[in-house]
């Protein structure tokens, strides 16, 4: 029998047959092991963060008790804990990821922990926000290359259209007042609303941060248009340098918080702190009115009460994530030069990257002609032959074909040298073929 | 400047429709009520004349179980295998969820109902709690404009959980007490006409059983007479069994899945389970709550659905052990039962002392009374002014009837598991005084 289902439910918005999540599936069947399956498939599409978990092991370790089941009197905290449902979340928590927060920017913002609106995680961050800035119709601006989940987490449920603002490698991919009003025009002729731009910054999944200039002109344009600005700071702790990042909430301290309230940022844990299972993003919003709508509306997406009181105690030991903060920095640089310099070695160049957990690689030499059913032609390849799941270029709308995000942070280094070695292989075969 | 403090003139940006609306439903009468308790909440020491929270649904008459399972078990429960099950867990992100945790549940679901229907973990579909299920379920089954039709008096909450940014409309089915607020087959085509007449398509209908906020369990009849109405009109059942562990006898809950096993139903892709672990358990903080459906396609779209809303792998581990933990579960459900019904006998037994009788319940974690009788006039005015009194004079938060879209007045909703013994007894005794001077009052009169 058929009983029918709406609309949302039988769409495709869901994302789920795009190559993004073919080549997951691929690796799901096959996937790599060190001893057991070393010539299975390695996943370098996955972009999680596992080259500094032993500092967060090691504080487990030594504060199991507390951050575990709560001080003293156990008990009675335990049990406070689990009943606390209430959507403003846990005070210590807010408290916790503010800070963070300040500290992953420097100290050269602050954040107020009554803007803090928890969420599990950023998916349902985005989600949230586009609920509350657009109408179902409604238009909201990105930057492309962009993370293929936001096709899902912006479109499916909200009925919202997502608007590319098409982005080049002839000037390193960078957003220009050009670029967004030639987006803005082509939503209008479509007869779309234009509601907001929302940036990735740094950027996934180029690895780049987004300069200063470059953040100001999309202010501007914003204030311009009467628009909001969203962005997404997830990877903010990855940037490899610290002063190389600059947060949206550094050009609205420039400017005095003028215009603020059309400002939005979303962060979460997974990326920075490699807790991606733990479900904890969050909204800071210059805006009243959406921090208290979107706290209404997470109640849909609360963040368990017992991770939050982990969580809180972890983040609020300066000692802790001071060290953290910059050890990892440090690794993830390290990783990146292998991989990067590893390319290199065989030819393969990739962008300039100085944040994140990959890097933005060019493989349009090895093109047999510049379109996108090449790419894929390539990407099969990849996957199939050299058994490396990475993400084509055309699953992130990029407009140029032949670049793919190659994730380096979420394997051993010896994975990563394995890896290198197949492409070696690869492009040497290829050569020799031809 | 501080930015604590942003000098917030009427910003020129605009919002959506669906955020300036007003059905997160936080200005009906059931929140007013929290916030005079927040404002001046009881503290059997600190504040002894404070408002007491009898308008919360929370189960805290048996922390103590868990809390011993806790401290026997803390290694396992709350690490696994120290540091590489912990780097492991943190990574899980998969939104089939832990198969160690739905096995849990289903067989935690199972134990419920007296082993007497078997639950499949793949068909198990994790939200952060109900609230997030009830949404989703609705997301899949209905467009914006089309109906659910929800018996009333219903849990508040629906009004924001099935609505708000679905965009779908909520019909009633009224009951009424005199027949005991059942769920008769004219009131479901009634519910239907009148979605009919509004132009509404109705996509189906959703049930609370054990009912909030009447806290009876549904007979086997109506179950029935219910299945047989959406069959007949071809739309969904979505069944929230939220507090079928909390009945207070085994034998008296039957949920939807053994009314399906009885009839060997044949169109079980319409049927939609909703649990969670927030009441029975009292674990509201952790967010665990869970769609079962016999749809293969909702499933696999809930399961997609559910990224938005997924339960904290944390969270997971710790209940996959205790869950899974036979001689827990086992003493779990049956002394929650034993004190839940203690408990209620308790709150009857002194409603009645000050002459207020309430609706037979069997189940649930509060009891639906009548102050009908004690209204000036059977209005929806009456009902909100005495609840006022009772809010402001004698110092109770509880839940009038029409916050509910009961239709008829005077019925109100009374939480009694989220307090202690002795604090349940000074409630007890203000209404009895409360009582007593009306009635004084009333007398004077004459």
Not at chain 2, 423 to 436: G, N, P, S, Y
């Amino acid at each position: 029998m058929e009983i029918e289902l709406s609309k949302v439910a039988v769409s495709s918005a869901h994302g789920e047959d795009s190559p993004y999540f073919a080549g997951w599936k691929a690796y799901d069947e096959n996937p790599y092991d060190e001893v057991h399956n070393p010539s299975g498939i390695i996943q370098m599409g996955l972009a999680e963060n596992q080259v500094s978990f032993d500092m967060v092991e090691e504080y487990l370790e030594e504060h199991s008790e507390q951050a575990l089941l709560g001080k003293k009197n156990k008990r009675s905290s335990f049990r406070e804990n689990a009943l606390f449902q209430d959507y403003h979340g846990l005070l210590s928590f807010r408290k916790a990821m503010a800070s963070f927060m300040e500290q992953i920017r420097g100290g050269k913002a602050k954040f107020n922990p009554e803007r803090i609106v928890l969420t599990a995680g950023v998916t349902a961050a985005n989600e949230l926000l586009t609920f509350i800035l657009t109408n179902p119709g409604d238009a909201l601006l990105v930057p492309t290359p962009y993370y293929p989940g936001l096709d899902r987490d912006l479109r499916w449920r909200t009925g919202a259209k997502i608007i590319p603002i098409h982005c080049e490698s002839s000037n390193g991919y960078q957003v220009t007042p050009k670029t967004m009003e030639v987006a803005y025009q082509n939503a209008q002729s479509m007869n779309m609303k234009v509601r907001g731009v929302l940036i990735t910054n740094p950027s996934n999944p180029l690895g780049v941060t987004i300069p200063r200039s470059t953040l100001e002109e999309i202010f501007n344009f914003v204030i311009q248009k009467n628009i909001h600005l969203v962005s997404d700071e997830i990877y903010s702790g990855s940037v490899f340098s610290s002063s190389d990042f600059v947060s949206i909430a550094e050009i609205l301290v420039s400017k005095n918080y003028k215009e603020a309230e059309r400002v939005h940022i979303v962060y979460s844990l997974s990326k920075d702190l490699g807790l991606p299972g733990f479900r904890v993003g969050t909204i800071y919003s210059y805006n009243d009115k959406v921090v208290t709508i979107a706290r209404r509306m997470s109640s849909f997406s609360l963040i368990s009460s017992q991770t939050q009181h982990l969580l809180a105690c972890m983040l609020l030991d300066e000692n802790f994530t001071e060290k953290y903060i910059r050890v990892n920095r440090e690794r993830l640089l390290k990783r990146q030069q292998l991989m990067v310099n590893g390319l290199r070695e065989y030819g393969i160049e990739c962008l300039e990257g100085n944040a994140c957990l990959f890097s933005w690689m060019n493989l349009s030499p090895f093109l047999e002609e510049p379109t996108m059913e090449s790419e894929l032609v390539l990407w099969n390849s990849i996957v199939n032959e050299v058994k490396l799941n990475i993400s084509p270029g055309s699953s992130c709308h990029c407009v140029e074909p032949g670049w793919f995000r190659i994730c380096f942070a979420n394997m051993s280094e010896k994975t990563l040298e394995v890896a290198l070695e197949r492409i070696g292989d690869f492009i040497l075969k290829r050569r020799a073929n031809k | 400047m501080d930015i604590l403090e942003l000098d917030q003139v009427e910003p020129v940006v605009e919002l959506s429709r669906i955020a300036v609306s007003s059905s997160h439903g936080e200005d009906s009468p059931y929140f007013a009520g929290w916030k005079a308790y927040d404002e001046n909440p009881y503290d059997q020491f600190l504040n002894p004349s404070g408002v007491i929270q009898m308008g919360l649904a929370e189960n805290q008459v048996s922390f103590d179980l868990v809390e011993d399972y806790l401290e026997k078990n803390s290694d396992t429960a709350l690490f696994g295998n120290k540091a590489s099950g912990f780097r492991e867990n943190a990574l899980f992100q998969d939104y089939h969820g832990l198969l160690s945790f739905r096995k849990a549940m289903a067989t935690f679901m199972q134990q419920i109902r007296g082993g007497r229907v078997e639950f499949d973990p793949a068909r198990i579909v994790l939200t952060a709690g109900a609230t997030a299920a009830n949404e989703l379920l609705t997301f899949i089954l209905a467009n914006p404009g089309d109906a659910l039709l929800v018996p009333t008096p219903y849990y508040p909450g629906f009004d924001r959980d099935l609505r708000w940014r679905t965009g779908i409309n909520i019909v009633p089915i009224k009951t009424d007490s005199s027949n005991n607020f059942t769920i008769t087959p004219e009131a479901l085509q009634s519910a239907y006409d009148s979605a009919a007449a509004s132009n509404f398509t109705v996509r189906g209908v959703l049930i609370t059983n054990p009912s909030n906020p009447l806290g009876v369990a549904i007979e086997k009849t109506v179950l029935n007479e219910i299945l047989d109405f959406v069959t007949k009109k071809n739309i969904h059942l979505i069944s929230d069994e939220i507090y079928s562990g909390s009945v207070f006898s085994s034998s008296e809950f039957i949920s939807v899945a053994e009314i399906l096993k009885e009839r060997n139903y044949k169109e079980k892709e319409r049927v939609h389970i909703v649990y969670s672990l927030s009441k029975d358990l009292g674990l509201p903080g952790f967010r665990v709550g869970t769609i079962y459906s016999y749809n293969d396609k909702v499933v696999t779209t809930a399961r997609r659905m559910s990224s938005f809303t997924l339960i904290s792998s944390q969270t997971q581990h710790l209940l996959a052990c205790m869950l899974s933990d036979k001689e827990f579960t086992e003493n779990y459900i049956k002394t929650n039962r034993d004190r839940l019904r203690k408990r209620y006998d308790m709150i009857i037994d002194g409603l009645r002392k000050a002459g207020i009788e309430c609706l037979e319940g069997n189940a649930g974690l509060f009891c639906w009374m009548n102050l009908g009788p004690y209204l000036n006039e059977p209005t929806k005015e009456c009902e909100l002014e005495i609840w006022k009194s009772i809010v402001s004079e004698v110092k109770l938060n509880i839940s009038p009837g029409s916050s509910c879209h009961c239709s008829e007045p005077g019925w109100f909703r009374v939480c009694f598991a989220n307090m202690t013994e002795n604090t349940l007894e000074v409630a007890l005794k203000r209404i009895c005084d409360f009582m007593a001077k009306r009635v004084k009052k009333h007398n004077n009169h004459y």
